[in-house]
């Protein structure tokens, strides 16, 4: 096994004990991006290959070390990181050098990790789709004629070409779900709150989009959680927070698994994504678990109806202010945007409601269940020169975001949920599940995922050839 084909965890460990040097990690980590990166487009803003060795090789002298001592970390380049250019992927901020960090990449910092550059997202982090004018497309390295997804694409294939051990990423609709389905790895959307956001603007009515880890195993994004989560004093909604790593595989015998599939057909789902999921399911079901299918539990026109309003009253609100200095922005924002200024307080109230009615329903089911699963995305990979699929399966999609509706009900109320992969179709094209579970069970799921890791080992069996 080649140094970057290991585990983030024993990476570290190499890294503590001093069988590896930060300074070979950082070497053998440039090099890799040097044979890789020009043909996945995944790590943008790289910085100067001679000041990251000396980093390293600083970092092999120091006393004090974190847990992500002399690590090599791109950040998602929707995090203002000091020093670094962050671009959100607009040309608006194409030249903007933050002169602090955020809380995330503070907390990365701080844990010993060696900032090297970001990861590639659409504008603004809009759409599951990675491309924006300032860096162009993210390839999927299992078909670079094909998108591999977002909002966090860059950070996804990172992982899985080698480039990055952890990652961190961010989820609204399934931005970090999607690419881990479409890159074979893992993502975590952590229960709303265990990991802040920055304390700007809004910090009551925000309570849908999160920060969170991305690795090649549930385990490995359990120490990447261990150092991005916990409270902010300057944030209403923060969770108290123990660390959990290291994770071991939880025992799956008797465990409940509710199986949603296309919740009715109110998701429909490109031919062979049902079949590879309940395939994966099976792994559940051999290891001990009871695996049943569930109907529909709440009207997904209710949800979505509750999505899209709340969405667009937040987003638009964020952006819309762009628009009054006469900046032009992508096709998607302006929808929002327009969407928000058409809105009413009844329209918001109402909308709150129906997700309040989700969130019971949510509550009561897993009274039942320990984890509910779907699909982690409703297509495959596209073509990367779409902005979006307009059909899926002769139905018709009537918004840019509407072929990930299969993440909504997770989103809406602040639900964990683990992207897993699933395996491949037959076009040998990645797909995955994610493991919804109750609030606040954010480890208890980890180890869920752990042992569903371990027994199939998707991302070390089947990794990208370029």
């Given at each position: 096994?080649s140094?970057?084909?290991?585990?983030?965890?024993?990476?570290?460990?190499?890294?503590?004990?001093g069988?590896?040097?930060?300074?070979?990690?950082?070497?053998?980590?440039?090099?890799?991006?040097?044979?890789?990166n020009?043909?996945?487009?995944a790590?943008?803003?790289?910085?100067?290959?001679?000041?990251?060795?000396?980093?390293?090789?600083?970092?092999?002298?120091?006393?004090?070390?974190?847990?992500?001592?002399?690590?090599?970390?791109?950040?998602?380049?929707?995090?203002?990181?000091?020093?670094?250019?962050?671009?959100h992927?607009?040309?608006?901020?194409?030249?903007?050098?933050?002169?602090?960090?955020?809380?995330?990449?503070?907390?990365?910092?701080?844990?010993?990790?060696?900032?090297?550059?970001?990861?590639?997202?659409?504008?603004?982090?809009?759409?599951?789709?990675?491309?924006?004018?300032?860096?162009?497309?993210?390839?999927?390295?299992?078909?670079?004629?094909?998108?591999?997804?977002?909002?966090?694409g860059?950070?996804?294939?990172?992982?899985?070409?080698?480039?990055?051990?952890?990652?961190d990423?961010?989820?609204?609709?399934?931005?970090?779900?999607?690419?881990?389905?479409?890159?074979?790895?893992?993502?975590?959307?952590?229960?709303?709150?265990?990991?802040?956001?920055?304390?700007?603007?809004?910090?009551?009515?925000?309570?849908?989009?999160?920060?969170?880890?991305?690795?090649?195993?549930?385990?490995?994004?359990?120490?990447?959680?261990?150092?991005?989560?916990?409270p902010?004093?300057?944030?209403?909604?923060?969770?108290?927070?123990?660390?959990?790593?290291?994770?071991?595989?939880a025992?799956?015998?008797?465990?409940?698994?509710?199986?949603?599939?296309?919740?009715?057909g109110?998701?429909?789902?490109?031919?062979?994504?049902?079949?590879?999921?309940?395939?994966?399911?099976?792994?559940?079901?051999?290891?001990?678990?009871?695996?049943?299918?569930?109907?529909?539990?709440?009207?997904?026109?209710?949800?979505?109806?509750?999505?899209?309003?709340?969405?667009?009253?937040?987003?638009?609100?964020?952006?819309?202010?762009?628009?009054?200095?006469?900046?032009e922005?992508?096709?998607?924002?302006?929808?929002?945007?327009?969407?928000?200024?058409?809105?009413?307080?009844?329209?918001?109230?109402?909308?709150?409601?129906?997700?309040?009615?989700?969130?019971?329903?949510?509550?009561?089911?897993?009274?039942?269940?320990?984890?509910?699963?779907?699909?982690t995305?409703q297509?495959?990979?596209?073509?990367?020169?779409?902005?979006?699929?307009?059909?899926?399966?002769?139905?018709?999609?009537?918004?840019?975001?509407r072929?990930?509706?299969?993440?909504?009900?997770?989103?809406?109320?602040?639900l964990?949920a683990?992207?897993?992969?699933?395996?491949?179709?037959?076009?040998?094209?990645?797909?995955?599940?994610?493991?919804?579970?109750?609030?606040g069970?954010?480890?208890?799921?980890?180890?869920?995922?752990?042992?569903?890791?371990?027994?199939?080992?998707?991302?070390?069996?089947?990794?990208?050839?370029?």
């Open positions: 096994m140094m970057l084909e290991k585990s983030a965890s024993d990476l570290l460990g190499d890294l503590a004990s069988a590896l040097s930060a300074a070979d990690l950082m070497d053998a980590t440039l090099a890799q991006i040097a044979d890789v020009p043909t996945v487009n790590i943008v803003a790289l910085q100067d290959a001679e000041r990251l060795r000396a980093q390293a090789a600083a970092a092999d002298e120091a006393t004090d070390r974190g847990p992500l001592h002399g690590l090599p970390i791109a950040v998602k380049d929707l995090v203002e990181v000091e020093g670094i250019v962050s671009t992927g607009s040309p608006l901020f194409a030249s903007h050098v933050p002169k602090t960090d955020d809380i995330l990449a503070a907390r990365l910092r701080a844990a010993g990790a060696i900032l090297i550059g970001k990861t590639n997202v659409p504008e603004f982090g809009l759409g599951s789709h990675t491309f924006n004018p300032v860096y162009g497309a993210t390839r999927n390295p299992y078909d670079l004629g094909r998108t591999c997804g977002g909002s966090s860059g950070a996804a294939v990172a992982l899985a070409t080698g480039m990055l051990a952890l990652a990423g961010s989820d609204m609709m399934g931005s970090l779900r999607n690419p881990a389905a479409w890159n074979n790895v893992y993502g975590l959307r952590p229960t709303y709150g265990v990991v802040p956001a920055e304390p700007k603007g809004d910090t009551f009515l925000k309570q849908m989009a999160t920060l969170g880890p991305m690795a090649r195993s549930p385990a490995d994004i359990a120490l990447l959680l261990d150092v991005i989560a916990g902010d004093p300057r944030q209403p909604h923060g969770r108290d927070y123990t660390a959990i790593s290291p994770v071991a595989p025992d799956l015998s008797g465990l409940r698994v509710g199986w949603l599939g296309d919740w009715g109110a998701f429909p789902c490109e031919a062979g994504i049902l079949d590879l999921c309940e395939t994966g399911l099976q792994v559940f079901a051999d290891l001990g678990a009871k695996v049943d299918p569930v109907a529909p539990p709440f009207s997904a026109d209710a949800m979505w109806d509750s999505w899209i309003t709340l969405r667009s009253f937040l987003t638009g609100a964020g952006l819309g202010p762009l628009t009054e200095k006469g900046i922005l992508k096709d998607s924002a302006m929808w929002e945007i327009g969407r928000y200024r058409e809105m009413t307080a009844e329209h918001v109230h109402t909308a709150s409601v129906k997700r309040s009615a989700w969130f019971e329903t949510a509550a009561r089911l897993f009274d039942t269940y320990d984890i509910l699963v779907l699909p995305a297509a495959w990979p596209f073509d990367i020169d779409l902005p979006w699929p307009t059909e899926i399966e002769g139905t018709a999609m009537d918004t840019y975001h072929w990930m509706q299969v993440t909504v009900p997770a989103s809406l109320i602040g964990p683990l992207a897993v992969p699933a395996g491949f179709g037959a076009a040998g094209l990645p797909m995955g599940m994610q493991l919804m579970a109750r609030q069970s954010d480890a208890r799921l980890l180890a869920i995922g752990e042992a569903y890791h371990q027994a199939t080992e998707w991302p070390q069996k089947r990794p990208p050839v370029l």
